[in-house]
């Protein structure tokens, strides 16, 4: 089975999840805003403890939490990368595309994980590389739930591939059962050195403080219909 390292800066519940505790609210309003769903999104005030700012903060726009995620992972890059077992010393940043993003519209249609890579490689962590996109565009996400791995990889297109000096870190707004990231890696041919940033993992079988940071490992296995999916 395919097991792919990640790195989650806390945990999301969804509204009304009977194991929200903690910091739940601040850490779904980030959420919110980095996946961008809203057409007039919802301003969130959050006091990260890893956020090198240390202070209340109020996000305004998705752009403010991209960029509020991306600080929060570049000021702890050693420690990302020794969560990923990453040693090479240049890291691609493949984004998980999101479900409107096709070959014709990938440079201005709405793609959170990318912009979100972007604010990483202005930080100096790594090169986006934007590595895959649908043949036709997929239904949106709703609730979080997701289409399973094995029909997403049926509609991918490869456009480009990581140099063969990078490690591959996917960028994914938030993972829930990880289907999206699975397929990728499978178009991708299952890079050797690769791993997973994301601003929250889906939580659903835990009370945890949200803001804890998640460390936690996708396996997969192709070999099987329907894949075989785990979060460990």
Known sequence: MRRIPGYAVGSYYKLGSPLAGLNANPMRGLVYLVTNQRKEPIPSSIQHPLHPGRTMMRLETPASAYAYVADIVAVHERDVRTALSITKPNIALVPIPAANVVRGNRTTDRWPSRDLALELERLGFGKVRPCVVHKDAMRPRFSYEEDPAHDLAQNLITIGKPMPNEAVIYIDDIVTSGDRVAAIDQALGQPP?????????????????????????LGYDPATSPWKLMIL
Not at 193 to 217: H, M, N, P, Q
Request: aromatic fraction near 12%; avoid cysteine.
């Open 193 to 217: 050195a690769a791993g997973i940033v994301t601003t929250a993992l889906s939580e659903e079988k835990t009370r945890y403080d949200a803001y804890k940071l998640r460390t936690f490992a």
